[in-house]
């Protein structure tokens, strides 16, 4: 069973800093795109940026200069670190992982984790 957990998430100061971690358990024989999507409140969930298997990057714009992504393949895990947080920048945060093929079925599917929660106080 394979699934996604975040950690990092919390309260900071507008210009502060925070890392995200979000780890792929289970038995996984490779991943493809992984990325972070976000949601505030009385918002749809939209994509922050997004991280191919071979290091390619994406990012919105509200996010990009600001936030960065990176992937430790070994680990199957992705980080986010988020600098010079905005108010803007609260909400809930999902890790996306896409093509995850699992050892017991060598199928192909996308998984979300539960979400942490980042708030940025004025």
């Known amino acids: 069973q394979v699934q996604l957990v975040e950690s990092g998430g919390g309260l900071v100061q507008a210009g502060g800093s925070l890392r995200l971690s979000c780890a792929a358990s289970g038995s996984i024989l490779s991943i493809g795109t992984m990325g972070w999507y976000r949601q505030a409140p009385g918002k749809q969930r939209e994509l922050a940026t997004t991280?191919?298997?071979?290091?390619?990057?994406n990012y919105a714009d509200s996010v990009k200069g600001r936030f960065t992504i990176s992937r430790d393949n070994a680990k199957n895990t992705v980080y986010l670190q988020m600098n010079s947080l905005k108010p803007e920048d609260t909400a809930v945060y999902y890790c996306?992982?896409?093509?995850?093929?699992?050892?017991?079925?060598?199928?192909?599917?996308?998984?979300w984790g539960q979400g942490t929660q980042v708030t940025v106080s004025s």
């Open positions: 991280i191919t298997s071979d290091g390619r990057t």
């Open positions: 996306n992982a896409r093509s995850v093929i699992a050892a017991d079925t060598f199928r192909a599917s996308d998984y």
